[in-house]
């Protein structure tokens, strides 16, 4: 058993609790409600867990070091009160902001459990941008940003020299260097969904990221619509988990942003897919009912298909959620902090109506105005 407690810190002026054993969790909530204070924290968390596992067991990282020193800098700046506790069955991790105190906690005789999601991989919002910072990173090789985002531009500086060939290429290369086993159905199941979702393949020729559709035309990726620059990074993140054989917590930033709902029901597809066929867990923010209501499709035909045979399939079964492996919270500031769980304990599905709540709003003031424009005879 995982779990994370945060108190007091940044928007969150209360307690907030959440366990990190299910496969996927879902944080909604409006604008400075603290979601991404709590994703912050969880990876904040999880990459000083992997640095301390690194010294009991007498290895070296220093590139993992370094990231989780510049994420708690971060932390100790930006925060001036507030605790973050972290636990799991053989560790435990405090972090109070006030006197900036970090302590771990492990026992005597540690024996790291390999139990997946062990590595945090953290992908920001705003990927629309990465294009523009790679041109800078390469001229100067000096950015500032923030460590969360300065982190992942460097894991993908790293993988995506890979991407010269198709993803099928790729993924082909890069599970023969791991000995990741998956099948020929599995590979082609991930390849037709980000194709799909990217509308296109990625290439880095010679220092350059393109865009080639599926006429072969080939544009810069300054040139790509909005969409796919902010859904490209999350497919190259997700093609390198898929052939990593310990897996990772991957935390992503609201994954539909500028995505056409039906490419967000096919990234929830892609992210299902690889939650059942690797060792990945996901956390993710989202304003997106869409994101709600895809993955409900996906848990409402775990517990129905699963449980019969029947010649019409409506979702493939290596895209189904159980309901027991999802989480979802609503948080919210009604003067203080407080989060609640949408999932209904009966049905296993997320009540997706309390992100969408304003189309109530919208559409009784499109009736009251109906009405009014029917009494006056206009």
């Known amino acids: 058993m995982s779990k994370i407690q945060i108190e007091n810190l940044g928007p969150i002026d209360g307690l907030f609790e959440m366990s990190l054993d299910k496969k996927l969790t879902i944080l909604i909530g409006e604008q400075a409600t603290?979601?991404?204070?709590?994703?912050?924290?969880?990876?904040?968390?999880?990459l000083s867990e992997c640095c301390v596992e690194l010294d009991l067991i007498?290895?070296?990282?220093?590139?993992?070091?370094?990231h989780a020193e510049a994420v708690h800098q971060y932390f100790r700046k930006n925060y001036e009160y507030g605790t973050i506790d972290y636990f799991t069955?053989?560790?435990s991790f405090s972090f109070n902001a006030e006197n900036n105190d970090l302590v771990f906690s492990p026992p005597g005789d540690y024996i790291?459990?390999?139990?997946?999601?062990e590595y945090p991989m953290y992908i920001p919002?705003?990927?629309?941008?990465i294009p523009l910072l790679f041109e800078s990173y390469a001229a100067a090789k000096n950015i500032h940003v923030d460590p969360f985002l300065e982190n992942y531009l460097l894991f993908l500086d790293a993988v995506r020299k890979d991407f010269t060939k198709p993803f099928n290429e790729v993924l082909k290369r890069n599970m023969e260097l791991t000995a990741v086993q998956h099948t020929e159905d599995v590979k082609k199941v991930i390849i037709h969904l980000m194709e799909s979702i990217l509308k296109g393949q990625y290439r880095y020729e010679s220092g350059n990221e393109r865009l080639v559709n599926s006429d072969g035309v080939s544009i810069p990726i300054t040139s790509a619509s909005s969409g796919q620059q902010e859904s490209l990074y999350i497919l190259i993140s997700l093609l390198f988990v898929l052939c990593d054989i310990k897996g990772f917590t991957i935390i992503i930033e609201e994954p539909e942003a500028h995505l056409f709902p039906a490419t967000q029901k096919l990234l929830m597809e892609l992210i299902a897919f690889i939650i059942n066929k690797t060792y990945c867990r996901f956390i993710i923010t989202t304003h997106s009912p869409y994101i709600l209501t895809s993955a409900n499709l996906l848990i409402h035909s775990a517990k129905v298909?699963?449980?019969?045979?029947?010649n019409k399939v409506i979702v493939e079964p290596m895209k189904r959620l159980k309901p027991e492996d999802v989480c979802a919270f609503m948080l919210e500031r009604n003067g203080d902090f407080s989060y609640r769980s949408i999932i209904d304990e009966e049905t296993g599905l997320i009540d997706a109506e309390e992100i969408d709540a304003v189309s109530e709003t919208i559409n009784k003031g499109m009736s009251d105005l109906i009405d009014l424009e029917v009494k006056h005879d206009l």
């Open 34 to 46: 603290g979601k991404s204070t709590i994703a912050r924290a969880i990876y904040f968390s999880m």
């Open 89 to 91: 069955n053989v560790f």
């Open 112 to 117: 790291p459990l390999k139990t997946g999601g």
């Open 305 to 310: 298909e699963n449980k019969i045979k029947d």
């Open 125 to 129: 919002a705003g990927r629309s941008v």
């Open 58 to 66: 007498g290895e070296k990282n220093n590139s993992l070091r370094q």
